[in-house]
């Protein structure tokens, strides 16, 4: 298993969680290559869709959809 495929399945399993997935998210970035970060951030878009949102950072979060 790579560290990108690792990485997706971090995510997925704490997608749930905002807080938590933009710090995993920011953690795969940090080991990933250039190329690794572009497909990581197009695989985050589609498997996550409206549920996420771009950073300055270019990294995405989830938006919490129940925004109290």
């Keep these: 298993m790579t560290m990108l ?3 997706k399945m971090i ?3 704490v997608s749930f ?3 938590i ?3 995993e998210l920011r953690k795969a970035l940090r080991q990933s290559t250039q190329e690794e970060i572009k497909h990581l951030m197009s695989w ?3 498997k996550f869709g ?3 949102t771009s950073l300055n950072d270019n990294s ?3 938006v919490n959809k129940l925004n109290k």
Excluded: A, D, H, M
Aim: proline share 5%; aromatic share 10%; charged share 50%.
């Design 5 to 7: 495929e690792y990485s």
């Design 11 to 13: 995510l997925e399993k």
């Design 17 to 19: 969680e905002p807080r």
């Design 21 to 23: 997935f933009k710090k």
């Design 44 to 46: 985050c878009r589609e």
């Design 50 to 52: 409206k549920r996420t």
């Design 60 to 62: 995405v979060v989830l």
